[in-house]
């Protein structure tokens, strides 16, 4: 079992930044890919951004924040992080850790963990 909690949700407005925290407990984050996801009001939950086990390793992002969004990972303190920056209106959203085994996907169904969600909302 892994134990995922998000920090650092807010409100800012259009063209700020914030950074996102998660905090894993449990069995050795190393061995897991973190991921964010996000779901609007109304809308289906997507894939923000993804690293895979190592670290060091491949990362994946989609493409509605590639160049904006950088996610990154502290095995030694268990921790991910999603820097946001030039934020939108549209990245409105409550936004999700969540972890699998490995290797990123990019499907929601394919992840065993997740946190409890922490809302951002950007203001035009």
């Known amino acids: 079992q892994v134990q995922l909690v998000e920090s650092g949700g807010g409100s800012v407005q259009a063209g700020g930044s914030l950074r996102l925290s998660c905090a894993a407990s449990?069995?050795?984050?190393?061995?897991?890919?973190a991921a964010w996801f996000r779901q609007a009001p109304g809308k289906e939950r997507e894939f923000v951004a993804g690293?895979?086990?190592?670290?060091?390793?491949?990362?994946a992002y989609a493409d509605s924040v590639k160049g904006r969004f950088t996610i990154s990972r502290d095995n030694a303190k268990n921790t991910a992080s999603l820097q946001m920056s030039s934020l939108k209106p549209e990245d409105t959203a409550v936004y999700y850790c969540?972890?699998?085994?490995?290797?990123?996907?990019?499907?929601?169904?394919?992840?065993?963990?997740w946190g409890q969600g922490t809302q951002v909302t950007v203001s035009s």
């Open positions: 449990g069995r050795p984050f190393r061995d897991y890919a």
């Open positions: 969540a972890a699998r085994p490995y290797n990123v996907k990019t499907v929601a169904g394919s992840y065993d963990y």
């Open positions: 690293i895979s086990w190592n670290g060091g390793g491949s990362t």
